[in-house]
Protein backbone atom coordinates (compact mmCIF):
# COMPACT_ATOMS: atom_id res chain seq x y z
CA UNK A 1 0.00 0.00 0.00
CA UNK A 2 1.43 2.89 -1.23
CA UNK A 3 1.55 5.64 2.47
CA UNK A 4 3.02 8.62 0.99
CA UNK A 5 2.04 11.67 1.07
CA UNK A 6 2.71 15.02 -1.01
CA UNK A 7 5.14 17.05 1.64
CA UNK A 8 4.16 20.21 -0.03
CA UNK A 9 1.13 21.62 1.41
CA UNK A 10 2.85 21.37 4.44
CA UNK A 11 5.88 22.83 3.90
CA UNK A 12 4.56 25.98 2.08
CA UNK A 13 1.37 28.27 3.11
CA UNK A 14 -1.65 28.31 1.82
CA UNK A 15 -2.24 30.79 -1.35
CA UNK A 16 -5.32 32.64 -2.14
CA UNK A 17 -6.81 32.78 1.29
CA UNK A 18 -7.57 28.72 1.26
CA UNK A 19 -7.10 26.91 4.49
CA UNK A 20 -5.11 28.59 7.52
CA UNK A 21 -5.11 32.78 7.26
CA UNK A 22 -1.93 34.07 6.44
CA UNK A 23 -0.45 35.31 9.41
CA UNK A 24 0.07 38.95 9.96
CA UNK A 25 3.94 39.89 10.06
CA UNK A 26 4.76 41.81 12.89
CA UNK A 27 5.13 45.56 13.52
CA UNK A 28 8.47 47.14 12.75
CA UNK A 29 10.05 48.40 15.68
CA UNK A 30 8.83 51.92 16.72
CA UNK A 31 5.83 51.61 14.34
CA UNK A 32 3.00 50.25 16.72
CA UNK A 33 2.31 52.68 19.46
CA UNK A 34 2.35 55.18 17.21
CA UNK A 35 0.00 53.53 14.91
CA UNK A 36 -2.04 53.19 18.13
CA UNK A 37 -1.97 56.63 18.87
CA UNK A 38 -3.02 57.79 15.54
CA UNK A 39 -6.50 55.47 15.67
CA UNK A 40 -7.20 57.19 19.30
CA UNK A 41 -6.57 61.04 17.80
CA UNK A 42 -9.31 60.30 14.69
CA UNK A 43 -12.10 58.70 17.06
CA UNK A 44 -11.75 61.76 19.60
CA UNK A 45 -12.22 63.62 16.63
CA UNK A 46 -15.11 61.61 15.31
CA UNK A 47 -16.78 61.97 18.16
CA UNK A 48 -16.54 65.54 18.78
CA UNK A 49 -17.88 66.43 15.49
CA UNK A 50 -21.38 63.98 16.34
CA UNK A 51 -21.62 66.20 19.51
CA UNK A 52 -20.87 69.12 17.87
CA UNK A 53 -23.63 68.37 14.60
CA UNK A 54 -25.98 67.32 17.54
CA UNK A 55 -25.37 70.52 18.96
CA UNK A 56 -25.99 72.36 16.40
CA UNK A 57 -29.25 70.33 15.26
CA UNK A 58 -31.06 71.02 19.02
CA UNK A 59 -29.82 74.48 18.79
CA UNK A 60 -32.05 75.09 15.48
CA UNK A 61 -34.83 73.15 16.82
CA UNK A 62 -34.89 75.22 19.65
CA UNK A 63 -34.39 78.33 18.14
CA UNK A 64 -37.36 77.63 15.82
CA UNK A 65 -39.53 76.24 18.77
CA UNK A 66 -39.43 78.74 21.21
CA UNK A 67 -37.24 81.77 20.32
CA UNK A 68 -38.04 83.03 16.30
CA UNK A 69 -41.66 83.65 16.36
CA UNK A 70 -44.26 81.75 13.82
CA UNK A 71 -45.98 84.12 11.77
CA UNK A 72 -48.96 85.31 13.45
CA UNK A 73 -52.40 84.03 11.14
CA UNK A 74 -54.76 86.45 10.61
CA UNK A 75 -58.09 86.18 12.26
CA UNK A 76 -61.20 86.87 10.21
CA UNK A 77 -64.39 87.63 12.01
CA UNK A 78 -67.31 86.06 10.63
CA UNK A 79 -69.11 89.72 10.05
CA UNK A 80 -68.52 92.75 10.40
CA UNK A 81 -69.84 96.54 9.30
CA UNK A 82 -68.71 99.88 9.86
CA UNK A 83 -70.66 102.70 9.22
CA UNK A 84 -69.02 105.99 8.05
CA UNK A 85 -70.52 109.36 8.13
CA UNK A 86 -70.74 110.63 4.41
CA UNK A 87 -72.10 113.48 1.91
CA UNK A 88 -72.28 111.29 -1.29
CA UNK A 89 -72.35 107.84 -2.00
CA UNK A 90 -70.22 106.45 -4.32
CA UNK A 91 -70.61 103.00 -5.99
CA UNK A 92 -67.11 101.96 -5.87
CA UNK A 93 -66.34 98.85 -3.96
CA UNK A 94 -63.16 96.68 -4.74
CA UNK A 95 -61.23 93.65 -3.13
CA UNK A 96 -57.76 93.15 -3.01
CA UNK A 97 -54.91 91.91 -0.93
CA UNK A 98 -53.04 95.52 -0.12
CA UNK A 99 -51.07 94.46 3.37
CA UNK A 100 -49.99 91.37 1.78
CA UNK A 101 -51.18 89.26 4.37
CA UNK A 102 -52.96 86.85 2.06
CA UNK A 103 -56.29 87.89 3.43
CA UNK A 104 -58.17 90.10 1.13
CA UNK A 105 -59.13 93.84 1.94
CA UNK A 106 -61.30 96.47 0.73
CA UNK A 107 -61.38 99.72 -0.65
CA UNK A 108 -64.12 101.87 -1.08
CA UNK A 109 -65.07 105.85 -0.70
CA UNK A 110 -67.21 108.17 0.96
CA UNK A 111 -66.77 111.98 1.37
CA UNK A 112 -66.39 113.56 4.06
CA UNK A 113 -64.06 116.60 5.87
CA UNK A 114 -62.06 113.72 8.36
CA UNK A 115 -61.34 110.07 7.71
CA UNK A 116 -60.77 107.19 9.71
CA UNK A 117 -57.50 107.33 10.46
CA UNK A 118 -58.24 110.98 11.71
CA UNK A 119 -57.06 112.76 8.07
CA UNK A 120 -58.42 116.13 7.14
CA UNK A 121 -58.84 117.58 3.73
CA UNK A 122 -56.76 120.72 5.26
CA UNK A 123 -53.82 118.26 4.95
CA UNK A 124 -54.07 118.14 1.42
CA UNK A 125 -54.86 121.95 1.24
CA UNK A 126 -57.95 120.46 -0.21
CA UNK A 127 -61.65 122.23 0.58
CA UNK A 128 -63.71 120.64 3.35
CA UNK A 129 -65.56 118.08 2.55
CA UNK A 130 -63.30 116.13 0.27
CA UNK A 131 -63.40 112.65 -1.13
CA UNK A 132 -61.47 109.40 1.05
CA UNK A 133 -60.60 106.83 -0.63
CA UNK A 134 -59.98 104.28 1.79
CA UNK A 135 -58.42 100.55 2.33
CA UNK A 136 -60.28 98.73 5.35
CA UNK A 137 -58.53 95.02 6.02
CA UNK A 138 -60.97 91.99 5.03
CA UNK A 139 -60.40 90.23 8.45
CA UNK A 140 -62.35 93.34 10.72
CA UNK A 141 -62.57 96.24 8.89
CA UNK A 142 -59.74 98.61 10.68
CA UNK A 143 -58.53 101.37 8.73
CA UNK A 144 -55.34 100.46 6.76
CA UNK A 145 -54.80 103.52 4.84
CA UNK A 146 -57.03 106.70 3.39
CA UNK A 147 -55.92 109.18 0.69
CA UNK A 148 -58.35 112.69 0.47
CA UNK A 149 -58.65 113.77 -3.01
CA UNK A 150 -60.09 116.71 -4.63
CA UNK A 151 -64.44 116.45 -5.00
CA UNK A 152 -66.33 115.43 -6.85
CA UNK A 153 -65.29 112.02 -7.57
CA UNK A 154 -66.38 110.47 -11.04
CA UNK A 155 -65.14 106.74 -11.14
CA UNK A 156 -62.16 104.90 -9.58
CA UNK A 157 -60.87 101.25 -10.89
CA UNK A 158 -58.47 99.36 -9.00
CA UNK A 159 -56.65 95.89 -10.30
CA UNK A 160 -54.25 97.89 -13.20
CA UNK A 161 -51.29 95.26 -13.14
CA UNK A 162 -48.23 97.64 -14.45
CA UNK A 163 -44.86 95.80 -13.87
CA UNK A 164 -46.53 93.78 -11.09
CA UNK A 165 -47.29 97.02 -9.23
CA UNK A 166 -50.94 97.29 -8.95
CA UNK A 167 -52.39 100.79 -8.75
CA UNK A 168 -56.52 102.55 -8.55
CA UNK A 169 -57.49 105.07 -11.40
CA UNK A 170 -59.41 108.02 -9.57
CA UNK A 171 -61.08 110.49 -12.19
CA UNK A 172 -61.99 113.42 -9.61
CA UNK A 173 -62.52 116.91 -10.26
CA UNK A 174 -60.18 118.12 -13.26
CA UNK A 175 -57.41 115.22 -12.68
CA UNK A 176 -56.64 111.55 -13.09
CA UNK A 177 -55.02 110.55 -9.79
CA UNK A 178 -52.63 106.58 -9.95
CA UNK A 179 -52.44 105.76 -6.28
CA UNK A 180 -50.65 102.27 -5.49
CA UNK A 181 -53.25 100.26 -3.91
CA UNK A 182 -50.91 98.84 -1.37
CA UNK A 183 -50.97 102.16 1.02
CA UNK A 184 -52.17 104.78 -0.92
CA UNK A 185 -49.15 106.89 -1.98
CA UNK A 186 -49.82 108.84 -5.24
CA UNK A 187 -48.16 107.25 -8.60
CA UNK A 188 -48.96 110.06 -10.73
CA UNK A 189 -51.45 112.65 -11.13
CA UNK A 190 -52.48 114.52 -14.46
CA UNK A 191 -54.85 117.04 -15.49
CA UNK A 192 -58.11 116.13 -17.05
CA UNK A 193 -59.14 117.75 -20.29
CA UNK A 194 -62.60 120.13 -19.51
CA UNK A 195 -63.71 118.94 -23.11
CA UNK A 196 -63.27 114.98 -22.74
CA UNK A 197 -65.35 113.16 -20.47
CA UNK A 198 -63.89 109.86 -19.75
CA UNK A 199 -65.85 106.34 -19.06
CA UNK A 200 -64.69 103.38 -17.16
CA UNK A 201 -63.82 101.12 -17.77
CA UNK A 202 -59.91 101.91 -18.35
CA UNK A 203 -58.47 99.59 -20.48
CA UNK A 204 -54.63 98.09 -19.96
CA UNK A 205 -52.99 98.31 -23.13
CA UNK A 206 -49.41 96.42 -24.07
CA UNK A 207 -46.83 98.69 -23.76
CA UNK A 208 -47.11 101.47 -26.04
CA UNK A 209 -43.93 103.65 -25.11
CA UNK A 210 -41.41 101.18 -24.62
CA UNK A 211 -41.01 101.87 -21.06
CA UNK A 212 -41.29 98.63 -19.48
CA UNK A 213 -44.82 99.57 -18.40
CA UNK A 214 -48.08 98.32 -19.50
CA UNK A 215 -50.15 101.61 -20.53
CA UNK A 216 -53.78 102.46 -20.63
CA UNK A 217 -56.20 103.27 -23.04
CA UNK A 218 -59.43 105.96 -21.61
CA UNK A 219 -62.62 106.22 -23.92
CA UNK A 220 -64.77 109.47 -23.92
CA UNK A 221 -68.29 109.14 -25.57
CA UNK A 222 -70.28 111.97 -26.86
CA UNK A 223 -72.87 112.55 -29.10
CA UNK A 224 -71.33 113.71 -31.77
CA UNK A 225 -67.84 112.21 -31.95
CA UNK A 226 -65.90 109.22 -29.19
CA UNK A 227 -62.70 109.65 -28.62
CA UNK A 228 -59.72 107.30 -27.51
CA UNK A 229 -57.37 109.18 -25.27
CA UNK A 230 -53.91 106.71 -24.30
CA UNK A 231 -51.57 107.33 -21.61
CA UNK A 232 -48.22 106.39 -20.31
CA UNK A 233 -49.13 103.81 -17.50
CA UNK A 234 -45.62 105.24 -15.69
CA UNK A 235 -45.99 108.87 -16.05
CA UNK A 236 -49.58 109.74 -17.02
CA UNK A 237 -47.97 111.13 -19.83
CA UNK A 238 -50.45 111.32 -23.05
CA UNK A 239 -48.92 109.38 -25.97
CA UNK A 240 -49.63 110.88 -29.22
CA UNK A 241 -52.92 112.61 -30.26
CA UNK A 242 -56.54 111.70 -29.59
CA UNK A 243 -58.10 109.60 -31.73
CA UNK A 244 -61.60 109.45 -32.77
CA UNK A 245 -62.94 106.13 -32.47
CA UNK A 246 -66.36 107.14 -34.31
CA UNK A 247 -68.34 109.93 -34.93
CA UNK A 248 -71.41 108.79 -33.00
CA UNK A 249 -72.05 107.89 -28.97
CA UNK A 250 -70.14 104.60 -28.29
CA UNK A 251 -72.52 102.70 -25.56
CA UNK A 252 -69.96 100.11 -24.48
CA UNK A 253 -66.19 99.03 -25.31
CA UNK A 254 -63.77 96.63 -23.98
CA UNK A 255 -60.55 95.24 -25.54
CA UNK A 256 -60.11 92.30 -27.49
CA UNK A 257 -57.54 89.73 -28.41
CA UNK A 258 -57.75 87.52 -31.63
CA UNK A 259 -55.94 84.01 -32.13
CA UNK A 260 -53.30 86.11 -33.74
CA UNK A 261 -52.79 88.09 -30.63
CA UNK A 262 -53.77 91.14 -32.29
CA UNK A 263 -55.85 93.80 -30.00
CA UNK A 264 -58.95 95.52 -30.79
CA UNK A 265 -60.97 97.81 -29.33
CA UNK A 266 -64.45 96.49 -29.94
CA UNK A 267 -67.50 99.06 -28.90
CA UNK A 268 -71.13 99.10 -29.11
CA UNK A 269 -73.30 101.83 -30.75
CA UNK A 270 -77.24 101.47 -31.70
CA UNK A 271 -75.97 99.99 -35.12
CA UNK A 272 -74.43 97.39 -33.39
CA UNK A 273 -70.79 96.22 -32.55
CA UNK A 274 -67.90 97.04 -34.53
CA UNK A 275 -64.01 96.62 -33.90
CA UNK A 276 -61.04 99.24 -34.32
CA UNK A 277 -57.48 97.50 -34.25
CA UNK A 278 -55.36 99.61 -31.77
CA UNK A 279 -52.30 99.38 -34.22
CA UNK A 280 -54.18 102.11 -36.31
CA UNK A 281 -55.74 104.10 -32.27
CA UNK A 282 -51.65 103.71 -31.13
CA UNK A 283 -50.35 105.18 -34.21
CA UNK A 284 -47.09 106.76 -32.61
CA UNK A 285 -46.52 103.43 -30.37
CA UNK A 286 -42.96 102.41 -30.12
CA UNK A 287 -43.99 99.18 -29.48
CA UNK A 288 -45.00 96.65 -32.72
CA UNK A 289 -48.54 96.25 -33.13
CA UNK A 290 -50.29 93.76 -35.53
CA UNK A 291 -53.50 93.38 -37.41
CA UNK A 292 -55.27 90.06 -37.61
CA UNK A 293 -54.84 89.10 -41.05
CA UNK A 294 -58.94 86.90 -40.83
CA UNK A 295 -60.04 90.55 -39.24
CA UNK A 296 -58.38 92.98 -41.79
CA UNK A 297 -60.43 91.23 -44.72
CA UNK A 298 -62.83 92.60 -43.13
CA UNK A 299 -62.45 95.71 -42.24
CA UNK A 300 -64.24 98.33 -43.43
CA UNK A 301 -61.97 100.46 -45.95
CA UNK A 302 -64.16 103.65 -45.33
CA UNK A 303 -64.06 103.65 -41.65
CA UNK A 304 -61.67 101.29 -40.93
CA UNK A 305 -64.04 99.58 -38.27
CA UNK A 306 -64.49 95.58 -38.59
CA UNK A 307 -68.51 94.47 -38.02
CA UNK A 308 -68.83 92.48 -35.63
CA UNK A 309 -72.42 92.10 -35.01
CA UNK A 310 -74.58 94.52 -36.91
CA UNK A 311 -77.95 94.93 -34.93
CA UNK A 312 -79.83 98.15 -33.21
CA UNK A 313 -81.11 96.19 -30.28
CA UNK A 314 -77.62 95.28 -28.70
CA UNK A 315 -77.79 96.08 -25.05
CA UNK A 316 -74.62 94.29 -23.36
CA UNK A 317 -71.72 93.11 -24.61
CA UNK A 318 -69.46 90.60 -22.41
CA UNK A 319 -66.43 88.55 -22.84
CA UNK A 320 -66.91 85.26 -22.39
CA UNK A 321 -63.51 83.05 -21.17
CA UNK A 322 -62.96 79.89 -23.77
CA UNK A 323 -59.47 79.57 -22.78
CA UNK A 324 -56.33 81.10 -21.89
CA UNK A 325 -55.88 82.94 -25.41
CA UNK A 326 -59.06 83.60 -26.98
CA UNK A 327 -62.54 84.67 -25.50
CA UNK A 328 -65.59 84.27 -27.08
CA UNK A 329 -68.03 87.38 -26.77
CA UNK A 330 -71.49 87.15 -25.40
CA UNK A 331 -74.18 89.76 -26.89
CA UNK A 332 -77.71 90.68 -25.36
CA UNK A 333 -80.44 91.90 -28.01
CA UNK A 334 -83.59 92.66 -26.97
CA UNK A 335 -84.35 89.58 -28.57
CA UNK A 336 -82.22 86.72 -27.15
CA UNK A 337 -78.63 85.95 -26.67
CA UNK A 338 -76.15 85.31 -28.69
CA UNK A 339 -72.26 83.71 -28.62
CA UNK A 340 -69.88 84.31 -31.26
CA UNK A 341 -66.71 82.67 -31.60
CA UNK A 342 -63.98 85.18 -30.42
CA UNK A 343 -61.97 84.20 -33.66
CA UNK A 344 -64.02 83.40 -36.83
CA UNK A 345 -67.40 85.63 -35.56
CA UNK A 346 -69.72 83.24 -36.44
CA UNK A 347 -72.47 82.19 -34.28
CA UNK A 348 -71.48 79.27 -31.41
CA UNK A 349 -75.61 79.19 -30.25
CA UNK A 350 -78.27 81.38 -29.93
CA UNK A 351 -81.16 82.04 -27.46
CA UNK A 352 -84.67 83.47 -27.85
CA UNK A 353 -85.21 85.15 -23.78
CA UNK A 354 -87.47 87.61 -22.85
CA UNK A 355 -85.88 91.31 -21.12
CA UNK A 356 -82.85 90.81 -19.58
CA UNK A 357 -82.98 92.84 -16.73
CA UNK A 358 -78.49 93.29 -16.02
CA UNK A 359 -75.20 92.17 -17.48
CA UNK A 360 -75.06 88.64 -17.22
CA UNK A 361 -73.20 86.68 -15.25
CA UNK A 362 -70.83 83.80 -15.18
CA UNK A 363 -70.04 80.06 -13.05
CA UNK A 364 -69.53 76.62 -13.36
CA UNK A 365 -72.65 74.88 -12.81
CA UNK A 366 -71.21 71.32 -14.60
CA UNK A 367 -68.13 70.44 -14.83
CA UNK A 368 -66.95 70.81 -18.39
CA UNK A 369 -64.88 73.50 -17.47
CA UNK A 370 -66.41 76.46 -19.55
CA UNK A 371 -68.41 79.16 -18.05
CA UNK A 372 -71.65 78.53 -17.74
CA UNK A 373 -74.21 81.94 -18.31
CA UNK A 374 -76.50 83.33 -15.49
CA UNK A 375 -78.93 85.77 -17.18
CA UNK A 376 -81.96 87.78 -14.71
CA UNK A 377 -84.89 88.06 -17.86
CA UNK A 378 -88.17 89.89 -17.15
CA UNK A 379 -91.12 87.13 -16.82
CA UNK A 380 -94.23 90.02 -16.07
CA UNK A 381 -96.80 90.30 -13.49
CA UNK A 382 -93.85 91.67 -11.01
CA UNK A 383 -91.54 88.17 -11.42
CA UNK A 384 -88.57 87.38 -12.74
CA UNK A 385 -86.34 84.23 -14.23
CA UNK A 386 -83.13 83.41 -12.62
CA UNK A 387 -81.54 80.84 -15.52
CA UNK A 388 -78.44 79.45 -16.15
CA UNK A 389 -77.36 78.53 -19.70
CA UNK A 390 -74.76 76.44 -20.64
CA UNK A 391 -71.48 77.96 -21.77
CA UNK A 392 -71.14 75.13 -24.79
CA UNK A 393 -74.62 75.14 -26.34
CA UNK A 394 -76.98 77.41 -24.46
CA UNK A 395 -79.30 75.10 -23.05
CA UNK A 396 -80.82 75.85 -20.06
CA UNK A 397 -79.49 73.99 -17.15
CA UNK A 398 -81.19 75.23 -14.15
CA UNK A 399 -84.12 77.96 -13.28
CA UNK A 400 -86.34 79.31 -10.86
CA UNK A 401 -89.34 81.91 -10.94
CA UNK A 402 -89.51 84.48 -8.04
CA UNK A 403 -91.05 87.67 -7.43
CA UNK A 404 -89.64 91.22 -8.67
CA UNK A 405 -88.40 93.79 -6.26
CA UNK A 406 -89.70 97.31 -6.55
CA UNK A 407 -86.12 98.41 -6.20
CA UNK A 408 -83.06 97.65 -7.96
CA UNK A 409 -80.83 94.57 -6.59
CA UNK A 410 -77.29 93.29 -7.68
CA UNK A 411 -76.87 90.94 -9.98
CA UNK A 412 -76.50 87.48 -10.01
CA UNK A 413 -72.62 86.26 -8.99
CA UNK A 414 -71.34 83.25 -8.07
CA UNK A 415 -67.93 82.10 -5.60
CA UNK A 416 -65.99 78.94 -7.19
CA UNK A 417 -65.61 75.73 -5.50
CA UNK A 418 -62.89 72.85 -5.44
CA UNK A 419 -65.24 70.57 -7.19
CA UNK A 420 -64.41 72.19 -10.09
CA UNK A 421 -68.84 74.07 -9.74
CA UNK A 422 -69.98 77.25 -8.12
CA UNK A 423 -72.33 78.96 -5.31
CA UNK A 424 -74.47 80.97 -6.98
CA UNK A 425 -75.74 84.21 -5.13
CA UNK A 426 -78.56 86.44 -6.03
CA UNK A 427 -81.10 88.46 -4.65
CA UNK A 428 -84.86 88.41 -4.90
CA UNK A 429 -88.10 87.43 -2.52
CA UNK A 430 -89.48 83.88 -3.63
CA UNK A 431 -93.40 83.28 -3.74
CA UNK A 432 -94.75 82.21 -0.21
CA UNK A 433 -98.14 79.94 -0.33
CA UNK A 434 -98.93 80.34 3.47
CA UNK A 435 -98.44 84.42 3.30
CA UNK A 436 -99.52 86.52 0.57
CA UNK A 437 -99.35 89.54 1.78
CA UNK A 438 -95.65 89.77 1.27
CA UNK A 439 -94.32 93.30 0.23
CA UNK A 440 -92.28 92.81 -2.93
CA UNK A 441 -89.74 95.02 -0.98
CA UNK A 442 -88.72 92.56 1.10
CA UNK A 443 -85.42 91.30 -0.32
CA UNK A 444 -83.55 88.10 0.43
CA UNK A 445 -79.93 86.26 -0.49
CA UNK A 446 -79.93 83.14 -2.21
CA UNK A 447 -77.09 80.75 -2.11
CA UNK A 448 -77.73 77.88 -4.94
CA UNK A 449 -74.92 74.88 -5.22
CA UNK A 450 -75.28 72.24 -8.58
CA UNK A 451 -75.13 69.41 -5.84
CA UNK A 452 -78.34 70.59 -4.17
CA UNK A 453 -80.17 72.32 -7.22
CA UNK A 454 -83.56 71.43 -5.95
CA UNK A 455 -83.16 73.28 -2.81
CA UNK A 456 -81.84 77.04 -2.39
CA UNK A 457 -80.27 78.31 1.14
CA UNK A 458 -82.38 81.67 1.85
CA UNK A 459 -81.50 84.50 3.97
CA UNK A 460 -83.26 87.72 5.14
CA UNK A 461 -81.03 90.88 3.56
CA UNK A 462 -81.29 94.54 3.94
CA UNK A 463 -83.62 96.65 3.83
CA UNK A 464 -81.37 99.78 3.11
CA UNK A 465 -79.93 100.54 -0.27
CA UNK A 466 -77.42 98.65 -1.97
CA UNK A 467 -74.98 100.89 -3.67
CA UNK A 468 -72.47 97.96 -4.44
CA UNK A 469 -72.31 94.41 -3.78
CA UNK A 470 -69.51 92.10 -4.45
CA UNK A 471 -68.27 88.31 -4.03
CA UNK A 472 -64.89 86.40 -3.53
CA UNK A 473 -62.59 84.16 -2.31
CA UNK A 474 -60.86 86.11 0.49
CA UNK A 475 -58.40 83.85 1.79
CA UNK A 476 -57.15 80.90 -0.56
CA UNK A 477 -58.47 77.46 -0.11
CA UNK A 478 -60.39 78.89 3.34
CA UNK A 479 -63.32 81.58 3.32
CA UNK A 480 -65.19 83.37 0.57
CA UNK A 481 -67.60 86.23 2.17
CA UNK A 482 -69.49 88.82 0.01
CA UNK A 483 -69.33 92.26 1.03
CA UNK A 484 -71.95 94.86 0.70
CA UNK A 485 -71.75 98.69 0.80
CA UNK A 486 -75.12 100.48 1.46
CA UNK A 487 -76.66 103.80 2.41
CA UNK A 488 -79.21 105.89 4.10
CA UNK A 489 -79.39 109.69 3.71
CA UNK A 490 -79.42 111.15 -0.06
CA UNK A 491 -78.25 109.08 -2.59
CA UNK A 492 -76.42 111.84 -4.62
CA UNK A 493 -74.16 114.79 -3.28
CA UNK A 494 -76.58 117.42 -2.14
CA UNK A 495 -74.48 118.30 0.31
CA UNK A 496 -76.76 116.63 2.77
CA UNK A 497 -74.58 114.51 5.50
CA UNK A 498 -76.27 110.41 5.32
CA UNK A 499 -74.28 107.54 6.49
CA UNK A 500 -72.53 104.58 4.79
CA UNK A 501 -72.22 101.36 6.09
CA UNK A 502 -69.54 98.78 4.52
CA UNK A 503 -70.10 95.04 5.83
CA UNK A 504 -68.77 91.56 5.56
CA UNK A 505 -70.84 88.28 5.60
CA UNK A 506 -69.07 85.01 5.45
CA UNK A 507 -71.18 82.76 3.07
CA UNK A 508 -70.28 79.93 5.71
CA UNK A 509 -72.15 81.29 8.63
CA UNK A 510 -74.57 82.72 6.63
CA UNK A 511 -75.62 79.15 5.34
CA UNK A 512 -75.81 77.86 9.24
CA UNK A 513 -78.17 80.75 9.86
CA UNK A 514 -79.96 80.30 6.59
CA UNK A 515 -83.79 78.39 5.97
CA UNK A 516 -84.04 76.07 3.29
CA UNK A 517 -86.10 76.59 0.80
CA UNK A 518 -87.35 73.21 -0.86
CA UNK A 519 -88.37 74.05 -5.02
CA UNK A 520 -91.55 72.43 -6.27
CA UNK A 521 -89.45 69.70 -7.80
CA UNK A 522 -88.12 68.58 -4.99
CA UNK A 523 -88.23 64.84 -4.52
CA UNK A 524 -84.97 64.66 -2.41
CA UNK A 525 -85.04 62.42 0.88
CA UNK A 526 -82.11 64.47 2.44
CA UNK A 527 -83.31 66.47 5.91
CA UNK A 528 -82.31 70.14 6.17
CA UNK A 529 -79.91 69.56 8.70
CA UNK A 530 -77.83 67.42 5.74
CA UNK A 531 -78.08 70.05 3.08
CA UNK A 532 -76.96 72.18 5.23
CA UNK A 533 -73.91 70.19 6.20
CA UNK A 534 -73.25 69.54 2.89
CA UNK A 535 -72.85 73.00 2.29
CA UNK A 536 -70.81 73.66 4.85
CA UNK A 537 -68.39 70.95 3.90
CA UNK A 538 -67.78 72.51 0.64
CA UNK A 539 -64.47 74.21 -0.27
CA UNK A 540 -63.74 77.59 -2.19
CA UNK A 541 -61.15 77.83 -5.03
CA UNK A 542 -59.81 80.96 -6.15
CA UNK A 543 -61.46 82.57 -9.53
CA UNK A 544 -60.04 81.08 -13.11
Request: overall charge negative; aromatic content about 8%.
Given at each position: ???????????????????????????????????????????????A??????????????????????????????????????????????????????????????K??????????????????????????G????????????????????????????????????????????????????????????????????????????????????????K?????G??????????????????????H???????Y????????????A??????????????????????????????????????????????R???????V????????????????????????L???????????????V?????????????T?L???????????????????????????????????????????D??????????????????????????????????????????K??????V?????????????????????????????N???????????????????????????????
Open positions: MDNSTDPAPEAQPLKGGEGEAEVEAPPKKGQGCLSRTGFSSLSRWRTAFFLSLFLCLTIVFAFSFIIPCPVRPVSLRTWEKTVPSFAQYDFLDILDTNKDKVKDILFAFNSMGNLNTTCANQSLPSPCVFLTAVTTNGDPLWERPLAAELDWAQCGLEEQQMPVCLVSHSNLLTALYFQNGTVRWQVPRSPELSFKPPVLSVPDLDDDGVSDLALVSPAQDETVVLLSKTGKQLGSEAVLDQSLVLGYLLRTKASAHLLFRKESGVYGRLKTIATTAKTKLTEDPEWKKKTNASTGNVPVYISSSVQYLVKATKGSLENLLLTTEGMEMIDGQSLETVWKVDTSTVSEPSFGHYNKDGVYDVIERDSGNNTKKIIDGLSGAVLWEVKMASQSRSSPRPTSVNTLDHRSVFIFWGKFPSTNSTDSLSERFLYMLHPSYSKVLLEKSGTDDHIIAFKAALFEGRHACYMLTGLGPAGDTGVEGQVTLSKHRLKEDMKSTVLRLPDDTGSDSDQDIKEGFDRLRFDKDT
